[in-house]
């Protein structure tokens, strides 16, 4: 079973990024994953967030506890939320809007610059799937394959194709920072 | 009883990822409501939102009303005008639904009401849980009446209870009531909803005879009238007033005591036929822990680490709550150590439990002010404390 929390601030497609994993695990990689969101005024303007809970039986207990995944474009969002992420967890967040403190335990941090890489495709509103593909290649909970049949009906249908470019900038962007770390490191 | 399959018309076929509020408004198109009116109110808003959008196309109507009480009255009329209607809310609109409510059972009228709960009383919590409206939903009307009521615990049930409302609804001529939570309503998760074949609906119970012979309030065999279309032809009057077969005012003891009491039986003789339940290891289980909705699944966590420990603890879940399965609580109060009942309330449910035990054996209740959903740790404590 594992738990993710994706957070920003309102408005930048967190919630959708909860709805596009929990949809491309559930319909398209055989797991099951509940997705449950922020609702209320802390999801409008300020940090906000959305939660999915992963297994392959049913998931029983619907939020999460202590998530080893947390994926943060804003800092705010990384602030209140940090503190709950596993000694062992994943740590994704935005290299522009989030400056992290040094981590905690076996935490590894991960960066792109997925605002900046948005507004070089054309449109800053799709730095949440740039993330997404970045998610999807570091964590390798879900597949690429999945995540972009997961994309019609959640995008709007005109920018489907901008979404699935921005998706994979982040994705590669993702895979090449996981082989440059299996290098041995040059002394 | 006239089984017929669903009109694909509004049958969106597939797999889909929905929050239980979607698949509320998906059941009841898939169940044939093509009326909806109502008053949006979080966390129930959503299913308002979606028959919107959905309704025209297969050609509904959507109305979003004054307010919840006005919102019963246009569902009632839609109804005697022939359609299959819903309305959704949360409990300060049910408060407001709760005179209009009582006139659709006493007028016999089949509808189906969502309450997706949230924390209360007055305006509470409007975006958090809470199964605090489950003595509201049998009791909040005034008089003696029946009403059936079903607790979905995932938006899969959310989708699947809603068409066995609409048909129980249909059997029964009763308002009929869908129990969520603001957890199951906002949760999204895997829905699949079967091709229209495999959907089979009840069809109302059509009076056939002479244009002036109907008589609403005429028991069949089944004890339950006929119906007709407003504005077909027949001449019939209905009212909240006690009334004869006639639907004509009656106000003397002699048919209160017809006309209520068919309103009370026809849902208690049939009981059986309604209730369904999930059972999980009762026969032997020397623990039952009760529960229902989005508890019922955190109490499954509980469960299997007290099984881990070697307690024999056996489950049921009431899929309806409403009538309440007094038979089969009674049954098993006789055999059983103790039962276990967490609910997100301060106790309701657990009340009933208790008047069916009738003191045989300790019902242990587990509150919870709402707001959030249990911790199964408490659930499991308690187990292992009704063990000893």
Known sequence: MSEIRFSGFGGQGIIRCGLIAGKALSLFDNKQATMTQSFGPEARGSACSSQLVVSDDRVLYPYISAPEILISMSQEAYEKYEPELRDDGILLIDKDLVKSKPSRGKIKTYSVPSTRFAEELGNRIIANLVMLGFFTAITRIVSPEAMKKALPGLVPGRFLELNKKAFDKGYEYGKKILTEEKKPKKK | MKKVKADPKGVLTGAHYLDGDYALAEGALAAGCRFFAGYP???STETAERFSERIPSVGGVFIQMEDEIASIAALIGAVWGGKKAMTVTSGPGFSLMMENIGLACMMETPLVIANVQRGGPSTGLPTLTGQQDMMQVKWGSHGDYEIIALCPDSPQECFDLCIDAFNLSEIYRVPTFIMADECVGHMHEKVVIPPAEEIELVERKWFKGPKDKYLPYKPDKDMIPFMVKAGDGHRFHTTGLTHDERGYPALNAEFQEVCVRHLVEKIRMNADKIIKLEEDEIDNAEI??????????VTTRAVQQARKAGIKVGTIRLITVWPFPEKRIKEL???????????????QIVREVERCV????????????????????????????ASK
Not at chain 2, 363 to 374: F, N, R, T
């Open chain 2, 288 to 297: 039952i822990v009760i529960s229902y909705g989005i508890t019922s699944r």
């Open chain 2, 358 to 385: 009738e003191g045989q054996a300790p019902v242990i209740h587990i509150p919870h002010c709402g707001g959030w959903v249990h911790d199964p740790d408490e659930i499991f404590k308690a187990i292992k404390e």
């Open chain 2, 333 to 347: 109060a006789k055999k059983i150590k103790a039962f276990v009942v967490p609910e997100i309330n301060y106790g």
């Open chain 2, 41 to 43: 109110i979080t966390p």
